[in-house]
């Protein structure tokens, strides 16, 4: 089974996401990571990384795995280098690069084969996994969004400067050429804004006994 679930960044899918496949033993599967592992790795490099062709040649030559929800390279857990701001700095144009896209959704596809999953991203119920069995939508108003971001780094960006990177970012999520962010047909649309975590994943929970009831 594929539960995929897309949204723009800061509505809580990640920590959703984990608690769901947690809750039904699924596999946890982050296609952001993906972007900042090959954004990432490109900059380890010394490489350009606004040369987007020449991040597409270094992410095929990495083969990523995932242990646990987290992105090894070679074995190695590079989870927790994937957060810099040097990352945050160019993953969302990186990852609106349409080739890398495309090499992206085929190593998504190709771990999630013959397992029961829950991916998420930004089109992941639009481009990766159209025909998934649970597809859901999360959303929230920008200004609730920066006000997570910024509780959770208090000594980091004013809150002012984390709505404005939020609303780029949403932009450029909406507009890219391949994969923008969008409601796909028939998913399950939830308005995480003034919804635990808790009360969300109930949500989403319920969609898939009721589908596995079926």
Same mark, same amino acid.
């Given at each position: 089974?594929?539960?995929?679930?897309?949204?723009?960044?800061?509505?809580?899918? /990640?920590?959703?996401?984990?608690?769901?496949?947690? /809750?039904?033993?699924? =596999?946890?599967?982050? %296609?952001? /990571?993906? =972007?900042?592992?090959?954004?990432?790795?490109?900059?380890?490099?010394?490489?350009?990384?606004?040369?987007?062709? /020449?991040?597409?040649?270094?992410?095929?030559?990495?083969?990523?795995?995932?242990?646990?929800?987290?992105? @090894?390279?070679?074995? #190695?857990?590079?989870?927790?280098?994937?957060?810099?701001?040097?990352?945050?700095?160019?993953?969302?144009?990186?990852?609106? =690069?349409?080739?890398?896209? #495309?090499? $992206?959704? +085929? !190593?998504?596809?190709?771990?999630?084969?013959?397992?029961?999953?829950?991916?998420?991203?930004?089109?992941?119920?639009?481009?990766?996994?159209?025909?998934?069995?649970?597809?859901? =939508?999360?959303?929230?108003?920008? +200004?609730?969004?920066? #006000?997570?971001?910024?509780?959770?780094?208090?000594?980091?960006?004013?809150?002012?400067?984390?709505?404005? +990177?939020?609303? +780029?970012?949403?932009?450029?999520?909406?507009?890219?050429?391949?994969?923008?962010? !969008?409601?796909?047909?028939?998913?399950?649309?939830?308005?995480? %804004?003034?919804?635990?975590? $808790? !009360?969300? @994943?109930?949500? $989403?929970?319920?969609?898939?006994?009721?589908?596995?009831?079926?």
């Amino acid at each position: 089974m594929v539960v995929a679930i897309d949204g723009p960044a800061g509505v809580g899918k /990640s920590t959703i996401a984990k608690m769901i496949a947690r /809750s039904c033993d699924f =596999y946890y599967l982050n %296609s952001g /990571s993906f =972007y900042r592992a090959y954004t990432y790795l490109h900059i380890q490099l010394g490489k350009d990384p606004m040369d987007f062709p /020449s991040v597409l040649e270094t992410a095929k030559q990495h083969v990523l795995t995932v242990g646990d929800g987290r992105i @090894c390279v070679g074995g #190695e857990d590079v989870e927790d280098k994937l957060h810099t701001n040097e990352v945050d700095r160019y993953v969302a144009k990186i990852s609106a =690069y349409p080739p890398l896209r #495309e090499h $992206v959704n +085929e !190593q998504l596809r190709r771990i999630s084969k013959d397992l029961d999953v829950v991916v998420e991203g930004r089109d992941i119920t639009t481009v990766v996994f159209p025909d998934a069995e649970l597809k859901c =939508y999360f959303d929230a108003k920008a +200004e609730v969004r920066a #006000e997570r971001r910024f509780k959770q780094h208090p000594d980091g960006p004013s809150y002012e400067t984390v709505l404005k +990177e939020i609303k +780029e970012r949403d932009h450029i999520d909406r507009t890219k050429p391949v994969g923008a962010l !969008q409601v796909a047909d028939g998913a399950l649309y939830i308005d995480t %804004s003034y919804l635990t975590m $808790v !009360q969300v @994943c109930e949500k $989403v929970l319920s969609a898939i006994f009721t589908l596995k009831a079926k």
